[in-house]
């Protein structure tokens, strides 16, 4: 059996069908793509032949290249895997523009055939890119199916062909939603962009009609007619110009130049629209293979595809453990936390009943969910009948006895482990006994919230990040009498919901915020030092950081920092290391200014709750120094406080996979995306340099800079942390 089948039918109508074996989904392979080839050529050789159409024999139509392909490439090549990739590309190339010409004179642009593609469901990546080359595109009506080229989000850019003809044939600022952004558009959206001509409840007979319809100018190429103009203008032409300046303001603005992939995507898009067609695919392998050759494209597509995708799948999930899928779910506090738990669980078509401590309260957070799905109805996203489809799925309720059923309990109470274990004992006495029992908690120690249970094989941490319905992590947390099956129903529950898990092991502060208040304190230790706050939070924006310390501070609320330091102290006593930082937050609670939902923190806010500028008081207590430190000084401070972290996770067992540490860094708090996570920016930089580094860092600034054991030892070896920790290279 091969992935591509053909055959012609009775109107002369040669039928290539893209149907990987064994796989749920198409994703084109070497050996794939050179099938293709061969029948193109016996399409366009059989004089019976009328035309071509391309389509799926999956419910979808494709979800790209296999990106383990390119990890092949690299390997055979040997000593110049830059001329391998780019030669594998160009042959890309080549094979689609024997597609889109199609047997077309060079010189009269007569005698080709027509080619269409069928696209009956959801199309990324080298599908779109294939689906580009064709000359016509009919994709399906159903709203579910989305096609896009998201290729940016996984550090690299369309290379398949995809950056230099939809450029061409929308421009330069048309293009930024599809080739800058990677955005997935459903098919109306689609036909807008030019991404499809022609939508059809049944893509493959209209794709049909079109191909027995089609004349000979239907089948040219605007870039391939005599006097093709690019839309939108020529970088050289006036209007051109402004358009292609525009496009790099707006890249940097949102990258801040952080992402190869993005300057190397706006090269080959400016470079290619100087020249004609076949150089400008050129040009595109070119980059294609920079960006390939950037050890950060080779990170991004290991943690936010390969690894992602792996725990997504179940990589750590206990194998001995029947299905756990949840059925009824119980959860307790109906606060922005707990409201956001029951949305996500009715949206995937789970039972909740949502308990609070009276009628009003409960209702509450039911209410939430309600104002949710108005929001998505009014986007368009959604319709009253799913809206009221998933509101009947929960039950708001201060009735502690209709948890009775519930196969899963995730309490969302305040974060004092009096309440919480009030909570536990109570509930325990109600639900089943294999029911399994979640606190969310960012950090209380789950060993200790076990406490209170009876059954503490069966009690576990669930953290959610807020807010739930947007943060696709999800940190499970054992505790030392957690039992496998606590674990399979925490990861099939959130397989359901659809969002990432990661597990780790008990510990202060877990994995994710572990990492998260060094980051803070770094940034915070800084302005007590006079260090600029803006050159602070410029510095980790520049590093890919969504937002920078100081911000991030007056987002989450300075008295929860003030609270975080105070518990931390009172039980760590006196091995809690006093920190300026500490100070600066006390200081900053004294005074009322909270944050953001104060309107008063690090910024000023208007009377809209917008960011104005940097409180200026905060200055007046902390001068800034005449000699500001160099940027890359700040940068390693703030990148080399969260990366010793999760070494020191890893060495201490909190973390159990290094995939979870990179993907669990990149989707909880944003770290670097880029770099595919902090033990995977430590093997970019090479752990001699890292262990030395930190060294000096520690010399400077102190022990929370110390080199850990592991990394010391993996320096003085030359070793990587993927070489030496992946639990199998093919899965990592």
């Known amino acids: 059996m091969s992935d591509f089948t053909y055959h012609v039918d009775s109107d002369g109508v040669a039928i290539i069908t893209w149907d990987a074996v064994e796989k749920s989904m198409n994703v084109l392979t070497r050996e794939a793509f050179a099938l293709v080839e061969d029948y193109i050529d016996r399409a366009l050789d059989d004089d019976a032949v009328k035309g071509v159409v391309i389509t799926s024999g999956k419910k979808d139509f494709a979800g790209g290249m296999d990106l383990n392909v390119l990890a092949t490439i690299r390997e055979e090549s040997g000593e110049n895997p830059a001329q391998g990739l780019f030669d594998f590309t160009m042959n890309g190339h080549r094979i689609l523009r024997k597609l889109e010409r199609a047997g077309l004179e060079p010189k009269t642009n007569k005698g080709g055939k027509p080619v269409a593609c069928a696209i009956n469901g959801t199309c990324a990546g080298i599908?779109?890119?294939?689906?580009?080359?064709c000359h016509h595109r009919v994709m399906t009506t159903n709203p579910k199916a989305k096609i896009g080229l998201p290729e940016i989000m996984l550090g690299i850019f369309p290379g398949g062909g995809g950056t230099t003809r939809y450029i061409r044939m929308v421009g330069a600022v048309a293009s930024a939603p599809v080739l800058l952004e990677g955005k997935m558009m459903d098919p109306k959206k689609a036909k807008s962009a030019s991404l499809v001509d022609a939508l059809a409840e049944d893509p493959l007979a209209a794709a049909k009609e079109w191909v027995l319809n089609a004349t000979n100018a239907d089948i040219i190429k605007p870039w391939d007619a005599k006097g093709f103009k690019m839309p939108g203008g020529a970088p050289y032409h006036p209007a051109g110009f402004m358009n292609y300046v525009g496009a790099s303001a707006m890249v940097n603005a949102q990258t801040q130049g952080a992402f190869p992939a993005a300057k190397a995507l706006l090269s080959a898009i400016y470079e290619g629209a100087l020249v004609d067609f076949d150089t400008a695919l050129k040009i595109e392998a070119r980059w294609f293979t920079h960006v390939l050759m950037n050890p950060s494209s080779s990170a991004m597509i290991r943690s936010l595809f390969l690894n992602k995708q792996a725990l997504e799948k179940g990589a750590v999930r206990p194998k001995a453990v029947a299905d756990q899928s949840v059925k009824k779910v119980g959860v307790l506090g109906a606060g922005m936390m707990g409201a956001g738990i029951a949305l996500v669980s009715a949206m995937a078509g789970i039972q909740v009943v949502l308990v609070d401590r009276d009628q009003e309260a409960a209702d509450k957070g039911k209410a939430y969910a309600e104002t949710y799905a108005d929001k998505g109805i009014k986007r368009g996203k959604s319709t009253p009948e799913k809206k009221e489809a998933m509101l009947s799925l929960i039950t708001a309720t201060p009735d502690l006895a209709q948890l009775q059923g519930c196969d899963l309990i995730v309490e969302a109470v305040f974060e004092d482990p009096k309440v919480k274990a009030e909570m536990t004992q109570k509930v325990e006495a109600i639900i089943p006994d294999d029911c399994i029992f979640a606190s969310n908690t960012s950090t209380l120690p789950i060993t200790e919230l076990a406490k209170a249970s009876s059954r503490p094989e069966q009690f576990i941490g669930i953290h959610f990040f807020s807010p739930v319905e947007k943060m696709n992590l999800v940190e499970i947390i054992k505790g030392r009498e957690t039992g496998d099956r606590a674990?399979?129903?925490?990861?099939?529950?959130?397989?359901?919901?659809?969002k990432t898990p990661i597990v780790v092991n008990d510990a202060r502060f877990f994995y994710a915020n572990r990492c998260i208040i060094p980051y803070i304190n770094e940034g915070l230790?800084?302005?007590?030092?006079?260090?600029?706050?803006?050159?602070?939070?410029?510095?980790?924006?520049?590093?890919g950081f969504p937002v920078g310390p100081i911000q991030l501070t007056d987002e989450t609320s300075i008295d929860?920092?003030?609270?975080?330091?105070?518990?931390?102290k009172a039980a760590m006593g006196d091995a809690y290391d006093d920190s300026p930082a500490d100070d600066l937050i006390f200081w900053m609670e004294e005074l009322g200014r909270l944050g953001r939902k104060a309107n008063a923190g690090f910024f000023d806010y208007d009377a809209k709750g917008k960011?104005?500028?940097?409180?200026?008081?905060?200055?007046?207590?902390?001068p800034v120094a005449p000699e500001q430190p160099d940027l890359i000084e700040v940068q390693e401070r703030l990148m080399f406080v969260q990366a010793l972290e999760a070494v020191r996770a890893l060495e201490e067992g909190v973390l159990m996979d290094i995939?979870?540490?990179?993907?669990?860094?990149?989707?909880?708090?944003?770290?670097?995306?880029?770099?595919?996570g902090p033990l995977s920016w430590l093997d970019i930089v090479g752990t001699p340099y890292a262990s030395e580094r930190c060294k000096e860092l520690a010399e400077t600034y102190g022990a929370r800079f110390a080199c850990p054991k592991v990394l010391e030892d993996m320096g003085e070896k030359g070793q990587s942390f993927y070489a030496k920790f992946a639990p199998d290279r093919a899965a990592a």
């Open 659 to 676: 995939r979870e540490g990179d993907v669990g860094a990149i989707l909880g708090w944003g770290f670097a995306p880029w770099s595919g």
């Open 127 to 133: 599908g779109t890119e294939i689906a580009l080359a």
């Open 487 to 498: 674990v399979a129903k925490a990861l099939d529950y959130v397989r359901q919901i659809r």
């Open 560 to 568: 929860l920092g003030a609270k975080i330091a105070r518990a931390t």
């Open 525 to 543: 230790r800084m302005i007590t030092e006079g260090v600029s706050p803006v050159l602070i939070d410029n510095a980790a924006r520049q590093l």
């Open 611 to 622: 960011r104005v500028e940097y409180w200026k008081g905060l200055t007046e207590k902390y």
